[in-house]
């Protein structure tokens, strides 16, 4: 039997270097032989997803770089940012599934606990998760959000600041889960995941790491042989594929691509 193949598409336009960081999350949940996960960055795209300038930028970026995936072969897609950008987009146009980790997160807190918070390693994001919690109507499970404001990475991550942002992400958790009544955290991006080890180690409480609780999900959905509902994401009567490479391609050849930190 042929493995089943997933899209994991990352929102950023990064060399090998930067996909080899994302890939590594990998590591971190144990998976079946008979799937594999292959990791594509957008053509080009928003720069960090600080706001809502770079959400509707994300959203074209990442719908562009998954709308072919079943016709290429694909059995599932994954989203590798907290925002879920695309996946509304990419569910209309796919009949595999198509998982975000931002709800995914959520729901998956609320299996485990209560109330959840959003550890977060940048100010900018915070209006992210409670546009994304609201969305969900989760908004009164929702006990905090906590951020650290160390300017993020997407592309190479947290390596070389673990010995500072690490303590920062523990306490801001602590915090969380003493002040805010947080009964599970969440890790508020992908681009955060090489903190995950090290609280999950030093939480008294769950820590739900986004992107490999999507991988998992993937394999599950496969596994029973389920994906989105056709009547809440209904397909486009008339498709413009075409019109949204155009775009990407455009901004692809002009170089506009993601900012470098």
Same mark, same amino acid.
């Given at each position: 039997?042929?493995?089943?193949?997933?899209?994991? *598409?990352?929102?950023?336009?990064?060399?090998?270097?930067?996909?080899?960081?994302?890939?590594?999350?990998?590591?971190?949940? !144990?998976? @079946?032989?008979?799937?594999?996960? !292959?990791?594509?960055? &957008? $053509?080009?795209?928003?720069?960090?997803?600080?706001?809502?300038?770079?959400?509707?930028?994300?959203?074209?970026?990442?719908? !562009?770089?998954?709308?072919?995936?079943?016709?290429? @072969?694909?059995?599932?897609?994954?989203?590798?940012?907290?925002?879920?950008?695309?996946?509304?987009?990419?569910?209309?146009?796919?009949?595999?599934? &198509? *998982?975000?980790?931002?709800?995914?997160?959520?729901?998956? /807190?609320? +299996?485990?606990?209560?109330?959840?918070?959003?550890?977060?390693?940048?100010? @900018?994001?915070?209006?992210? %998760? $409670?546009?994304?919690?609201?969305?969900?109507?989760?908004?009164?499970?929702?006990?905090? &959000?906590?951020?650290?404001?160390?300017?993020?990475?997407?592309?190479?991550?947290?390596?070389? $600041?673990?010995?500072?942002?690490?303590?920062?992400?523990? !306490?801001?958790? +602590?915090?969380? *889960?003493?002040?805010?009544?947080?009964?599970?955290?969440?890790?508020?991006?992908?681009?955060?995941?090489? /903190?995950?080890?090290?609280?999950?180690?030093?939480?008294?409480?769950?820590?739900?790491?986004?992107?490999?609780?999507? %991988?998992?999900?993937?394999?599950? %959905?496969?596994?029973?042989?389920?994906?989105?509902?056709? $009547?809440?994401?209904?397909?486009?009567?008339?498709?413009?594929?075409?019109?949204?490479?155009?775009?990407?391609?455009?901004?692809? /050849?002009?170089?506009?691509?993601? /900012?470098?930190?």
């Amino acid at each position: 039997m042929a493995k089943k193949r997933v899209l994991v *598409i990352v929102p950023f336009a990064f060399d090998d270097s930067g996909i080899g960081n994302r890939e590594s999350q990998l590591d971190a949940v !144990e998976l @079946g032989p008979d799937i594999q996960f !292959e990791f594509k960055g &957008v $053509k080009a795209g928003p720069a960090i997803l600080d706001s809502h300038h770079d959400y509707v930028l994300g959203e074209i970026a990442l719908f !562009e770089a998954g709308m072919e995936a079943q016709n290429e @072969g694909y059995d599932a897609v994954c989203i590798d940012t907290m925002s879920d950008s695309g996946v509304g987009a990419l569910r209309s146009v796919l009949d595999i599934p &198509v *998982i975000g980790p931002g709800r995914a997160s959520y729901c998956t /807190a609320l +299996m485990l606990g209560d109330k959840f918070s959003v550890v977060t390693q940048w100010d @900018g994001w915070m209006p992210l %998760y $409670k546009k994304g919690a609201k969305e969900a109507g989760l908004s009164d499970k929702l006990a905090s &959000v906590r951020s650290i404001n160390v300017l993020p990475d997407p592309e190479n991550l947290l390596g070389g $600041k673990e010995e500072v942002v690490f303590p920062l992400l523990l !306490e801001a958790s +602590m915090a969380a *889960i003493e002040e805010d009544g947080a009964e599970v955290i969440l890790l508020g991006s992908t681009t955060m995941h090489q /903190a995950a080890g090290y609280l999950s180690e030093n939480l008294p409480v769950p820590l739900i790491n986004p992107g490999p609780l999507t %991988y998992k999900l993937a394999e599950f %959905y496969l596994g029973l042989g389920i994906s989105q509902s056709r $009547k809440a994401y209904p397909s486009p009567k008339f498709p413009n594929n075409a019109m949204v490479h155009a775009m990407m391609d455009g901004a692809a /050849a002009a170089e506009i691509k993601t /900012a470098k930190f």
